[in-house]
């Protein structure tokens, strides 16, 4: 599979193998073939393969969990390796990249069968199919059942199915910072995303590769997501009504065209051309729907019916000041769950992004929960 | 003062009088030549010119306080009126359309000197600027102190200003859901939407008059606000993840090119239509920049100093709900305000919106304490 976005994903993907898997059946009643998924490790599996812990990543991340270059730390860096909360020394970790995703699974800058990205033509794949590939990677690297299924955001989406499509898989559960379904909020909130996107001139349909990316869209659907990923309270105690720099943003002559800028408005810049660097659009397209379509319920009854037969053990977190993945989801969630576990409420003042950022009240929790 | 988008504009302008106010100089250094203000008004002015409200619209809302039109009713529809809490058998009501907006008054639509629209030189309105051009229009109009200025979210700000920049021209100030400045948070959410419309490709600078208008941007523009006027429970209880009537979001076969909506979505869509079939873009973004603008510190010291001149009688309220005006900020306003006032908090759950909804709430507040 080769990519036609190889130049721009190759830092990220430093590392990363690939594990052809074959076709994946889709619950829209379509087969996605020859796909293969991106995946990485630390440690060392056992004999009996029982130490292995499939860690799940969220939205716009990769299986770069933790890495050694310091310029570049991983989503959870600190949180896995020699001596650390996850210790690799003991611990088989994988992370694996999402199908639809550019770090190395197949994804709509992939190439199809006819030998054309799949762009405008990638399939919409849901939370479920995303983990009924994931299995079929476990399959192939050996590992019968997982000591422990852990993720934040769409990764907790990911870990929650994992329990309950394949039971007898997972042992320990954790699903941090989100809830047994999408929420209308949550799907109103990726609509302008999308469609800032789709709006761009250079998207053409989502055929674009080979011709300049929808750079700008990509950016303004990162500025609208990180503002739901923080707070009020952060944005107003770091940037207040500073302006960037030097910058005047009352001296500029026209309204229309233009006038410089707030230290706020620097801030979600940066964060947009972060973004628009490294990751596909149509990616963010694909993954964005998957979350859309997460509901742990759909086809299996009502919430309590639907969980009913997850036999792991739950560890369900969620962020205090999270206004995306609400903690009131994670409640829900548990009290539905067999059992209803306690609910780990974590003290941030980073909102949704907690579930990054408070790596030692998540490492701790693990530690005390599952490793 | 002819306006380009005369055509669209009908319905909204019908029984608007246009007040020309001469030059207004801008906080900028720049001046504004020829402005004309937008104006209606209701019931009669005594004698001694002492029963006389100003009412200020929000950021898409104009002179259409109410109306005689039950298909097309106005933001306060049932607020004012005879018999109503601000009863026009005794009381004079007007409301002036703020300048940069698009129901009257000089605006990006509005023809320059050089007899070319303004478009993409429309210069920065602050809030005290376009409280300056109402000042004046007050003065050509015969009213030299109001016994009220009274409005909501950007209504709210002016009717602020007012008070601050005239003190002997305002016996009651009624500040709604807004603070005393635009907050970080505040000035964030309007970044992705004046980037929406200005990636439009019918934007071309602002410069779009006798062309398409950017109504895919202005669209976008308004799908971000609009989740942000509202709340996640409302949300919640009225769509759920239901689909859009008989749509069905997990049948379409690509997530790139798009899929079938749920029904929050197609409300999303309802809102971003009707607005953009009645607002100008760049009117959208002269607006905004307003908002943004808004400090009534600026120039005057620390918030408590910047107040202490006031010497109205203020009414602060805010919806208890509001989560893009905190109550907390008007709270903050509250407490600097010389006597410190009162904050009366409107239960509601229908978030920023509430400020135009709960009509009845707002109007027994008013009666109790200003009419």
């Known amino acids: 599979m080769i990519s036609t976005l190889q130049h721009r994903r190759a830092p990220a993907e430093a590392g ?11 619950d829209n009643g379509r087969t996605l073939p020859d796909v293969v998924i991106g995946y990485r490790t630390w440690g060392t599996l056992n004999a009996d393969a029982s130490n292995a812990i499939l860690v799940e990543h969220a939205l716009t ?4 969990v933790v890495t050694d270059d310091d310029t570049r730390p991983g989503w959870w860096q600190g949180l896995i390796g020699p001596g650390l909360a996850i210790d690799t020394r ?7 990249n999402i199908v639809g ?30 983990v009924r590939a994931e299995a079929a990677l476990a399959d192939r690297i050996g590992i019968d059942r997982w000591h422990a299924v852990i993720g934040g955001s769409l990764g907790g989406m990911r870990a929650l199915e994992w329990a309950v499509e394949y039971p007898g898989r ?19 909130w990726v609509q302008p995303q999308l469609m800032a996107i789709r709006q761009d001139p250079s998207f053409r349909s989502g055929d674009y590769y080979g011709g300049p990316p929808p750079a700008a869209g990509l950016g303004l659907a990162r500025r609208i997501a990180h503002i739901t990923y923080r707070t009020e309270s952060e944005f107003g105690s ?11 943003p009352y001296g500029h002559s026209s309204s229309v065209a233009g006038r410089e800028r707030y230290a706020v ?34 086809g299996r009854g009502d919430l309590r019916r639907a969980l009913s037969g997850a036999t792991a053990d739950f560890t369900i977190a969620a962020i205090s000041s999270d206004r995306l993945y609400l903690p009131a989801g ?14 780990a409420e974590i003290d941030s003042p980073y909102g949704h992004d907690g579930f990054l950022l408070e790596t030692e009240a998540i490492g701790s929790l693990l530690a005390q929960r599952i490793v």
Do not use: M
């Open 101 to 130: 995703g550019c770090f190395g699974s197949t994804g709509p800058a992939s190439v199809a069968p006819d030998g054309v990205p799949w762009g405008s033509r990638f399939p919409l794949i849901t939370v479920r199919d995303s």
């Open 61 to 64: 991340g990769g299986t770069d």
């Open 330 to 343: 994670s409640y829900e969630l548990a009290h539905a769950l067999p059992g209803s576990p306690h609910v």
């Open 265 to 298: 408005e620097s801030y979600l810049d940066y964060q947009a051309d972060k973004l628009a660097g490294r990751f596909d659009a149509n990616s963010y397209i694909a993954v964005s729907e998957t979350l859309v379509s997460h509901d742990v319920r759909r």
């Open 170 to 188: 997972v042992r320990h559960c954790a699903v941090i910072a989100a809830g047994a379904y999408s929420t209308a909020e949550q799907i109103a």
């Open 16 to 26: 990363v193998r690939r594990c052809p898997i074959g076709s994946v059946q889709l």
């Open 238 to 248: 770091r940037f207040s009504r500073l302006p960037q720099g030097a910058e005047d």
């Open 90 to 96: 003991r611990w088989f970790v994988v992370a694996a």
